[in-house]
């Protein structure tokens, strides 16, 4: 009978693997359709030079998300061909109007295309990038793009600049908010999530908007977190680390990438022939364009690579970047260098063929223009709905200790008569958008502090509100009412933490990372009040929360939760909705760890035992890898959340001992890998259970654990479940070096844990 069940499992899941498999590859069908390709050929036999290089321009229509560079007569340049693309045009009139001029007043009629960052959402602002990857849940991540896809075609967006899929490890980059973290396994499959939305089941259905994974690549790895700061990089980091999400998009289909503002060992990204043109043309096959980063091909002389513009332009252009966004480096230069011989005619017409291709699948073609009157200007019920499950979904409990004589802080119990809520987040529609929020409005807001008065008329409790200070507040002179607040509290509830529009996202990296302002001081003036406290922190980036964390009682990282974050961190401090967030960032103990992420190498001086209350002993922990004055571990690790129940994993188990790296590297064989997870509190709650793995005896040094796969269960009370994995080559192969992967002989150790910091491991040769 158990044979027939796993035969019936084994077939469905092949079911379910095909499917996706095909329907990868139906959704990328337009990129090799000879259809598109005639129509493409057709077009350019017609085409002037002018013309060519037209397609080839990017400019910035409406408010600049760059540094200002101003131009007129941009009208002119759409009668005679010569732009390819408005980003920053959010208002349907305006873009039907330049369309117009594309349309009917220029020779070929080749339509325009129009790019926006949406990044977390169009008109309805779901939680930031930092956030959704919290939720480790990539179904909801695909519905999330699908609905900022939705609303931002009714307007004409046909492009979106997003996913970032930069993995990033510095919580001083300010855009560290914008991707999903620091792991490539987590930030692929979140990467994938997004094209699928944002793209949808067909590229060229009405909602479809061609998505853009950026920023490529290594802009992440910001030498110091300061943001477009050169990057070094090993060829095995980048094809390890920062490469898998940007392939993980290409193989499901993305349509753009735009390439990154950083060098890369000298060489700048968007000048860069080996990671364009050779990884991402010839090794993987993309047949959409690239565009570059704003102004990125002129700051190539900047860079030191290129005395003039001319020069910049022909070394972007020949590197493989199609698209010129706002460095006027193409228009200006690309037809003289291709009279003089420095750019191939061929280089031209194809770069112009992947702009065609993909208007062309977009369907603008057939429909140029947008409705003006669908346009949407307020928000659907259903996505505010979304958007509250996204946020909720999005939180991470980071501490949930019992406050003196009860039992944990959160969830607030039910009867509770007094609440204080103290801090300048409390109540800054602002600050819950988060960086980048396209079309977004404060209005739509509600802030914790209208969800909490709400709620408090509801169930008849007191609400006391005291901002306390600013964000970056210098000035004391709002402590008292907040210390009077809390003394009066049953329960505090404060919301503390960053400016999202000042310190988080793009050219805003922070060297401290530590509570802004006075709000460290505001924090302990609360506390002193000695009432069951629970910090909300709102954040785009991990905070060093080791002052903070004594001092209260719980902590919930809310990240910037978007237009639903009132209710949603209500139903989640009430124990309406449970927190089920997860870290995909390290927390480090303090600034001086960072960067900090899990995988990384032993080194060949492990610490052992550290006691930072003496100085170490020569022996044992003088001479290791160490701080003096810290410890290495970090303060909450890769994979950690609490809920409002506990989980106990039992040991892990697999199904072989020992197993053939030839034989996988063949194809041959995986290891199935279980482990028991209970839940063993009062109430339902979620894990997400990870596999880690470590490899010894390789020919390189390999990370200590590596995320591999996870999988979200949800239990009852008491309830337990079997959790199974299977992995095999993709999951063990190391790179080669050249193109290839391969599985080495070496001993394996798997952990199935709660996060990067715990679990039992088991060991399996692979001989
Ligand atoms: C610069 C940013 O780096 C990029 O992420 C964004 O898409 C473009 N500006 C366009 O706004």
């Known amino acids: 009978m158990s044979k027939i069940r796993s035969v019936i499992v084994v077939v469905l899941l092949w079911c379910l693997a095909s499917t996706l498999f095909v329907s990868a590859q139906t959704r990328k069908q337009w990129q090799n359709s000879p259809d598109i390709e005639r129509r493409v050929d057709a077009l350019l036999k017609q085409m002037s030079q002018a013309e060519k290089v037209g397609q080839l ?134 990467a994938r999530a997004y094209v699928r939305g944002y793209q949808g089941e067909t590229f060229g259905g009405p909602t479809s908007m061609a998505a853009c994974a950026k920023h490529y690549v290594a802009y992440g790895g910001a030498e110091a977190g300061r943001d477009y700061n050169s990057v070094e990089t090993s060829e095995r980091q980048l094809r390890e680390v920062y490469l898998p999400p940007f392939k993980a998009a290409v193989d499901e289909g993305v349509a753009t990438l735009m390439s990154s503002f950083n060098t890369i060992n000298g060489v700048p990204a968007t000048g860069n022939e080996f990671t364009l043109n050779q ?30 513009l001319p020069t910049a332009a022909r070394k972007g252009f020949l590197a493989g970047v199609d698209m010129d966004m706002e460095s006027n480096a193409y228009f200006r230069h690309i037809a003289d260098a291709v009279k003089a011989g420095q750019v191939p005619q061929a280089a031209v017409d194809e770069a112009v063929r992947r702009i065609l291709r993909v208007k062309i699948a977009l369907g603008l073609f057939e429909k140029p223009y947008v409705d003006e009157k669908t346009a949407i ?215 001086g760890q960072v960067p900090i992420y899990h995988s990384v190498l032993n080194t060949g001086r492990p610490p052992i035992g550290l006691d930072l209350t003496r100085p170490p002993t020569n022996g044992g ?45 063949a194809g041959r064989g995986q290891v199935r890998v279980t482990a028991d997870v209970k839940n063993t509190g009062q109430r339902a709650g979620e894990e997400v259970v990870q596999l880690y793995i470590g490899l010894r005896g ?27 994995f299977t992995i095999g080559r993709n999951e063990l192969a190391i790179w080669q070096r050249d193109t290839t992967y391969t599985v080495e002989p070496a001993e394996l150790t798997i952990w199935v844990a709660a996060n990067a910091g715990s679990g039992t491991p088991i060991t399996i040769s692979l001989k």
């Open 621 to 665: 922990e003088k001479y290791r890898s160490r701080y003096v004055d810290e410890q290495n571990t970090p303060l909450y690790p890769f994979g950690f959340g609490l809920s409002y129940t506990s989980f106990d994993y039992s040991a892990t188990q697999s199904n072989v001992q020992q197993i053939s790296a030839a034989d996988l590297n």
């Open 377 to 591: 200007t307020t928000l659907p019920a259903a996505n505010v709905a979304a958007a509250r499950e996204a946020a909720e979904k999005s939180f991470v409990l980071l501490k949930n200790d019992a406050a003196s004589g009860g039992g944990p802080v959160l969830p607030i119990r039910p009867g509770v008569r007094t609440v204080a809520l103290i801090g300048p987040l409390a109540d800054s529609r602002a600050d819950m958008l988060g960086t980048w929020s396209a079309q977004g409005k404060q209005d739509d807001v509600v802030t914790l502090r209208a969800a909490l008065e709400a709620r408090a008329k509801r169930d008849g409790f007191r609400l006391l509100y005291a901002k306390g200070t600013e964000i970056r507040g210098t000035s004391d002179s709002g402590f008292a009412e907040a210390a009077d607040a809390a003394a009066q509290a049953d329960v505090v509830l404060l919301a503390l933490g960053e400016d999202q529009s000042w310190m988080t996202g793009e050219g805003a990296s922070r060297a401290f990372i530590d509570l802004p302002g006075n709000q460290q001081q505001l924090l302990e003036r609360v506390a002193a009040a000695g009432k069951p406290t629970a910090l909300v922190l709102f954040s785009g980036r991990p905070l060093a929360l080791t002052p903070v964390v004594p001092r209260v009682n719980a902590i919930l990282e809310a990240w910037s939760p978007g237009v639903q974050a009132g209710p949603a961190l209500e139903r989640v401090l009430f124990g309406e909705a449970a927190p089920v967030g997860r870290l995909t960032v390290t927390f480090p103990r303090s600034l």
């Open 279 to 308: 990884v991402l043309r010839r090794e993987w096959n993309f047949r959409g364009f690239v565009v570059s980063d704003w102004g990125s091909v002129g700051e190539m002389m900047a860079h030191g690579v290129a005395n003039d």
């Open 57 to 190: 321009n990017q400019y910035s229509y409406g408010t600049p998300t760059g540094p200002a560079t101003g131009r007129s007569a941009v009208e002119d340049s759409i009668r005679r061909g010569e732009v390819g693309s408005f980003l920053n045009v959010t208002d349907p009139a305006l873009s039907n109007r330049l369309q117009r001029l594309a349309m009917e007043e220029s020779r070929l009629k080749i339509p325009l295309i129009f790019g926006l960052d949406v990044i977390h959402g169009y008109r309805t602002i779901f939680p930031v990038p930092l956030a959704l990857s919290s939720t480790w849940d990539a179904g909801l991540v695909e519905r999330v793009s699908r609905i900022a896809a939705e609303e931002a075609t009714s307007a004409g967006i046909r492009w979106t600049f997003s996913p970032m899929v930069d993995i990033a490890r510095d919580p001083r980059w300010g855009r560290i908010v914008e991707g999903a973290g620091e792991d490539p396994y987590l930030g692929s499959i979140m």
């Open 698 to 724: 390789t020919s390189v040094a390999r990370p200590v654990r590596e995320l591999k796969a996870f999988q979200r269960v949800a239990l009852g009370p008491g309830e337990s479940r079997r959790v199974e």
